[in-house]
């Protein structure tokens, strides 16, 4: 089965500084999808970001980049410039075609002002 | 386009008493979900459905019934609630990617 694994419970960052949020999975497939996951105190999920594995390119939206490394199944968010409004609870998830989203267990980010 | 709607967004509950979640998507997925969150975890899986008249246990059925009569619909039943359903409820629904409702906050006392 599929594995998600978010090592870093809690991270805090500067405001307008730079944070990396680590996430690695386990899979047997080629062909997958990855996706980090906002949640803010409201608790609506939010997408921030999304790869497809067959893609080689990293996926960037405005602040918000991954590095994916399919070899070895790392994909970790990189957020620039941070704002107190990143603040929430991120997680990593996986997902094939046809099947269950399996998510990591979460790294609450703090951002200091 | 509503995505996927989610009823009630909070709901207190006695202990015994009963219960249905609503969820509606307008986005012809074939792919429904049920997660629930408790405070400080990740999301777990209670039953998902891949279609019409299909269902399937997820992680943590217990407690849980659900119904997929139509592709829009994907109710959420909660008999006997219990102190340990305290939870928030999240709807999904998928095709290439998740969407997710807004979550129903229930608490059981």
């Known amino acids: 089965a599929q594995t998600v694994t978010q090592s870093q419970p809690e991270m805090s960052v500067q405001e307008a500084e730079t944070v990396t949020l680590s996430c690695t999975y386990d899979?047997?497939?080629?062909?997958?999808?990855l996706f980090w996951y906002k949640q803010p105190p409201s608790r609506q999920m939010i997408l921030v970001i999304r790869?497809?594995?067959?893609?080689?390119q990293n996926a960037t939206e405005n602040r918000f980049s991954v590095n994916f490394q399919k070899a070895a199944k790392s994909f970790s968010l990189k957020i620039s410039d941070s704002q107190l409004g990143d603040a929430a609870m991120y997680f990593c998830?996986?997902?094939?075609?046809?099947?269950?989203?399996?998510f990591g267990a979460g790294t609450i980010l703090r951002v200091k002002s | 386009n509503a995505g996927v709607t989610q009823t009630p967004k909070f709901r207190i509950l006695k202990i015994g008493q009963s219960m249905t979640l609503q969820c509606t998507q307008d986005?012809?997925?074939?792919?429904m979900y049920w997660y629930r969150q408790d405070p400080g975890m990740g999301l777990k899986l209670i039953y998902y459905?891949?279609?019409?008249?299909?269902?399937d246990k997820g992680e943590v059925p217990n407690g849980y019934n659900v119904s997929r009569s139509t592709t829009e619909d994907f109710p959420l039943r909660l008999e006997l609630a219990a102190p340990s359903q305290t939870s928030v409820y999240f709807c999904?629904?998928?095709?290439?990617?998740?969407?997710f409702g807004s979550g129903t906050r229930l608490t059981v006392v």
């Open positions: 998830a996986y997902w094939e075609y046809g099947n269950k989203l399996v």
């Open positions: 790869q497809e594995a067959y893609k080689q």
């Open positions: 899979t047997s497939e080629s062909d997958y999808y």
């Open positions: 999904a629904s998928s095709l290439y990617g998740y969407t």
């Open positions: 459905s891949v279609g019409a008249g299909i269902t």
């Open positions: 986005m012809n997925h074939n792919y």
